[in-house]
């Protein structure tokens, strides 16, 4: 069985471009979750997607954004690049929501950094 | 507040001693304890999910528990070996509806030498 898959695995943008990564997550999984992982913060929780429905927001603004396909397969928008922008950003898979006793799987990431 | 705090930040041990990683927090309403290990380069890995009624998970040389009393929880790792050198990340999750949350710790970062 296929673990979960996040494209591109490294990205370079600059200043006020848009980026869109892309997570397929493990077949039969309806949950995916996005996450922010920097060395001063640590890991952040973005936004959870289940049956294509956002269940989930954790505190980052606007700018950040996100979608889940009917295929389960999840893309994640962030606009207007800023420095602070630079992490390695993780989506996570599982069965059902994450609130609920579910194992979250962890793609690999994807590196993005803003220059 | 919801917060999760680990400690030690930071732990260096020989291979094949015992060490304990402590996470308290203070996320309510409380709904699950997690712990993850994450190698660097990688994504995170479950070690352990644990609910309120749960003391005691196991996971081959992992052993998590939880005192959801007073609300934290331990992950004791024995006969350690040089692959467990890894950053172990605490979650805790809140239960509620479409306000359920996710709130982590900063991590042990676990050095095992030879």
């Known amino acids: 069985k296929a673990g979960v898959t996040q494209t591109p695995r490294y990205l370079i943008k600059t200043r006020g471009q848009q980026v869109t990564l892309s997570c397929s997550p493990i077949s039969g999984h309806r949950s995916v979750s996005w996450y922010q992982q920097t060395p001063g913060q640590g890991l952040q929780f973005l936004f959870e997607y289940f049956s294509e429905t956002q269940r989930n927001k954790g505190n980052f603004p606007g700018r950040f954004s996100g979608r889940q396909f009917s295929n389960s397969r999840s893309e994640m928008n962030v606009s207007t690049l800023e420095l602070g922008d630079s992490a390695l950003y993780l989506c996570a898979s599982s069965p059902g929501q994450v609130e609920v006793k579910n194992i979250q799987y962890f793609g690999a990431g994807t590196r993005l950094s803003v220059l | 507040k919801n917060q999760v705090e680990q400690s030690p930040q930071s732990l260096i041990i020989l291979e094949g001693k015992n060490c304990t990683l402590q996470c308290n927090y203070t996320v309510s309403p409380f709904s699950n304890l997690r712990w993850y290990k994450q190698d660097t380069g990688r994504g995170p890995v479950s070690l352990t999910i644990m609910t309120f009624s749960e003391n005691t998970k196991s996971n081959g040389r992992y052993t998590a528990t939880l005192d959801a009393d007073t609300k934290q929880s331990s992950l004791h790792i024995t006969a350690s070996q040089l692959s467990d050198s890894a950053s172990y990340i605490c979650?805790?999750?809140?239960?509620?509806?479409?306000?359920?949350?996710?709130?982590f710790g900063r991590g042990t970062q676990l050095t095992v030498w030879p």
């Open positions: 979650v805790v999750s809140a239960r509620g509806s479409t306000l359920g949350r996710l709130y």
